[in-house]
């Protein structure tokens, strides 16, 4: 692991320690831009390549959710390499990997491969891991009453990527035309560029790493022993979860966030669909959904360390219920109630993501965040699998408006739970 020297640590005045944080948000934020790119870019053309090569339209929906596996198989082991190495090195394999990934499509494309292109968007999640992750890095020398900007910030800049990306898919097809691969191909030569530039930013640039800094400064200031610290443990991290209300509450909220807007936005251009609405008035929707997302984050990390982080995740529980109750009234050609509805599900999801996100850095000691962190990642991801597989069962055995009322569900579930759990000790929290 990346040394800090006691000596060097001692020296750095708060005016440092603040220097550090703004350069760290800023590279962490570039990498985050590339990386969505890459990652938004190529959904769409890894569901078009496994059904050409397939000739099934089932297939290309496994595309999407080898991807989803992909996240969460590693986001554990992500985390056990940003405790043994730093956010650095784990940010930085994660989408190395994901480069690599792009090739392996790319080769399942050239072959006719189906497993190859399963491989390979299973490796390309791992990007989304480390995209995920970079988040809770951007918070790791932020004080506490502006980690939820920080967070916000690093969030934020995933928009560029997520409405970029999409749009690129012609001008990447016909390049890859230019140089003898298939045109879907494209994407994923692309994507695999712009991944391998996340990492070469984040290995070259991200010094010093915000992780090791913060644990060396938490570390000095307890007095812990430095055995303690140089040989983290991923399964201390994931016990302290027990014992933290406020690490589990935030979990919980950025779980059941996850899953209500996952079930909803993957069944909407289906709604659509069934009513012969145009791809382009589609793609309007979902990219309205997006600009709900990611555009207003950093009002919502504002409005975190302003209002604090409990009275943010009532908001996003608001805000879903309103989303589900627009999109469940909503015929599949109503543009304006649907577009309403979908815009309310990403902010919905923005609030109990980052004030979520907020809430588990509070409750957890800095050496022992990154593997929380990882656990929480994984039930997100595993929550949004679930939840995009059930919405399909509930709209294929009743409707897309009983889907609707199903994602409430859950919803009004954190409300009553964030009642019971909410922390009393932490003034921010509430």
């Known amino acids: 692991m990346t040394a800090v020297e006691p000596e060097a640590v001692a020296c750095l005045s708060l005016d440092d320690v603040a220097s550090i944080q703004r350069r760290s948000v800023a590279i962490l934020s570039s990498g985050q831009v590339l990386g969505s790119l890459a990652v938004a870019g190529s959904v769409a053309a890894g ?50 990997v994901g480069a690599l990934g792009c090739l392996v499509v ?6 006719w491969s189906l497993p190859l292109v399963y491989l390979g968007c299973l490796l390309v999640g791992v990007a989304s891991a480390a995209g995920y992750q970079a988040r809770y890095a951007a918070t790791d020398l932020a004080p506490e009453n502006a980690r939820g900007r920080s967070l916000s910030i690093v969030v934020w800049a995933g ?10 898919l012609e ?56 055995a303690e ?53 589609i793609g309007l929707i979902i990219s309205v959904h997006v600009a709900g997302m990611y555009a207003l984050s950093p009002v919502v990390g504002w409005a975190v360390d302003r209002f604090g982080r409990i009275p943010v995740i009532y ?15 909503a015929a599949g050609d109503d543009i304006v109630t649907l577009g309403i509805g979908l815009f309310l599900l990403g902010l919905g999801w923005s ?31 595993v929550a949004g699998a679930v939840g995009g597989a059930a919405a399909g069962l509930i709209v294929w055995l009743s409707s897309y408006s009983v889907l609707c009322i199903a994602a409430a569900i859950p919803v009004i579930g954190l409300a009553i739970f964030t009642t019971a759990c909410r922390p009393r000790s932490n003034k921010r929290s509430v």
């Open 47 to 96: 569901a078009l390549i496994a059904a050409g090569v397939s000739g099934s339209e089932g297939a290309a929906g496994l595309a999407q959710t080898f991807g989803v596996l992909g996240a969460a198989i590693m986001a554990l082991p992500l985390a056990r390499l940003a405790l043994t190495r730093g956010r650095r090195a784990s940010l930085a394999t994660g989408y190395g």
């Open 106 to 111: 790319i080769s399942g494309a050239l072959w």
């Open 159 to 168: 928009t560029v990527g997520a409405v970029l990306g999409p749009n690129l």
């Open 171 to 226: 001008v990447s097809g016909r390049l890859g035309m230019a140089l003898g691969l298939p045109q879907l191909a494209g994407p994923y030569l692309v994507g695999g560029l712009a991944l391998a530039g996340a990492a070469a930013v984040l290995l070259f640039f991200l010094r010093p790493d915000p992780y090791v800094l913060a644990r060396a400064r938490a570390a000095q200031a307890s007095a812990i022993a430095a």
């Open 229 to 281: 610290v140089a040989r983290p443990r991923l399964r201390d991290g994931i016990a302290h979860l027990r014992t933290s209300r406020s690490a589990l509450l935030g979990m919980t909220t950025i779980a059941i966030g996850h899953v209500a807007m996952v079930s909803v936005m993957v069944m909407t251009p289906i709604h659509m669909a069934h009513v012969d609405v145009t791809l382009q008035l």
């Open 315 to 329: 908001t996003g529980v608001v805000i879903l219920l309103a989303s589900c109750a627009f999109a469940g009234v």
């Open 351 to 381: 609030c109990t993501l980052i004030a979520g996100s907020t809430l588990l850095v509070d409750g957890i000691a800095p050496q022992e965040r990154p593997s929380v962190q990882g656990l929480s990642d994984l039930v997100m991801n």
